[in-house]
């Protein structure tokens, strides 16, 4: 299943919306996957990003053709997981909650809350579902107080301030069901829960992460106001956010470039 000579990656990166290819990615070398639960959104890309080696998935797919509620989480997660990834950066856009988190910020954030329903959202099923064959059985907690790896999201804050771009440090993320965005009242029920950015496709993919043993942190975007609030009161202009995505991105895979250099260093890859 899985193709001997894939090139391990000890650092991962997810794209989202707007990153669904990583050109600055050198020498790409895509690999097929199957997993026993199934196959990743894409080939996972192998290849080298300032000089590092580093693997690339789109979480959405290549033709971004997954909606967040249909996307195999626990393939892509799996999937990265075989081929030896220690460490995940998860790119992702949001709506910005609170004050401070408007269009163009950018966010790591530290806590997460789970709207999400109906999703494969554990490798611990137990005994239902079918997968008595499935390599993880039984059930298992896991803790998940601290949804993020703080190392990891030093590494990244280290990276942005290499990058000479700032990035708001923590906050609580959201994760909403989609794909439709949301009322402004249930924006206002998110913000009384303590929300301060919300977007579709964090959960279950950190747990998961936390699942197998991976670090996982966020990078988050923030590409429009949540529906109700500050430019967002009438409406959401998703050509605007769409837009703003696409320019930057720019910025994100900057700190992309930095992030794999000092962690790189760390083992001397
Ligand atoms: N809501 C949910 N997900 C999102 C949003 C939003 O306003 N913006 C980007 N992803």
Redesign the pocket.
């Known amino acids: 299943m899985i193709p001997p000579d894939a090139g391990l990656a000890r650092l991962a990166i997810i794209g989202g919306s707007s990153l669904d290819q990583l050109a600055a990615l050198a020498e790409p070398r895509r690999v097929e996957m199957v997993t026993p639960y199934g196959k990743p959104s894409a080939p996972l890309v192998f290849g080298k990003l300032n000089g590092r080696n580093v693997v690339f998935l789109a979480r959405h797919g290549e033709r971004h053709q997954y909606a967040p509620h249909g996307i195999n989480y626990r393939a892509n997660l799996w999937a990265l997981h075989a081929q030896g990834v220690t460490d995940v950066v998860a790119v992702a ?3 910005g909650i609170r004050a401070g988190l408007q269009a163009g910020v950018l966010a790591v954030p530290d806590q997460i809350i789970d709207y999400t329903w109906g999703r494969a959202s554990t490798f611990f099923d137990g005994a239902v579902g079918g997968e008595l064959d499935a390599p993880l059985t039984g059930v298992k907690h896991i803790d998940f107080t601290q949804p993020y790896d703080s190392a990891l999201r030093a590494s990244l804050l280290r990276a942005a301030q290499c990058a000479g771009k700032t990035v708001h440090n923590g906050g609580t993320y959201a994760t ?1 069901q ?1 794909p439709r ?2 009322t402004a009242a249930e924006i206002q029920r998110l913000a009384r829960d303590g929300a301060h950015m ?3 496709t964090g959960m279950p993919e950190a747990a998961l992460a936390r699942e197998l043993g991976l670090r996982y942190a966020h990078l988050a975007l923030v ?2 106001a ?2 109700g609030t500050a430019g967002s009161i009438r409406a ?1 202009d998703l050509p605007a ?1 769409e837009s703003l995505a696409r320019e930057a991105m720019a910025d994100v895979v900057r700190i992309l470039l930095e992030w794999v250099s000092v962690e790189g260093a760390v083992d001397g890859d």
């Open positions: 856009t949001v709506g909403t989609g965005l949301e919300l977007g579709m590409v429009n949540a529906a959401i956010a």
